[in-house]
């Protein structure tokens, strides 16, 4: 599987960007899919995870409320919503595919598969 993520960029403290993660080589219909992040001199950290069919969601408390993570299993894409960004949001947001169980696994060693990261820069 090969994970692309997109749609970073440059925006003002309170405003929004949405992320979006295509996967090609097979589908994730059936995998657990992850947002993480990786701030300068940070750990990566994790985000938000949904389950296959969409059904739950989880959070990192730090973006619950602001961040709404999607996913559309015909398009093959995952998304991450992010509404009123703060300049701790800055960093770089990588998706990730977990196909080995269907639990919400949260740790990065739990993945499988990585997009390249895409750079979100919250100015304020």
């Known amino acids: 599987v090969q994970l692309q993520a997109s749609g970073g960029g440059l925006v003002q403290a309170g405003g929004s960007l949405r992320l979006s993660c295509a996967a090609s080589?097979?589908?994730?219909?059936?995998?657990?899919m992850g947002w993480f992040r990786q701030a300068p001199g940070k750990e990566r950290e994790f985000v938000a995870v949904?389950?296959?069919?969409?059904?739950?969601?989880n959070y990192a408390d730090s973006v619950k409320g602001r961040f709404t993570i999607s996913r559309d299993n015909a398009k093959n894409t995952v998304y991450l919503q992010m509404n009123s960004l703060k300049p701790e949001d800055t960093a770089v947001y990588y998706c990730?595919?977990?196909?080995?169980?269907?639990?919400?696994?949260?740790?990065?060693?739990?993945?499988?598969?990585w997009g390249q990261g895409t750079q979100v820069t919250v100015s304020s």
């Open positions: 990730a595919a977990h196909r080995r169980s269907t639990n919400m696994v949260v740790t990065t060693t739990q993945y499988d598969y």
């Open positions: 080589g097979r589908t994730i219909s059936t995998y657990i």
């Open positions: 949904i389950s296959w069919s969409g059904s739950s969601t």
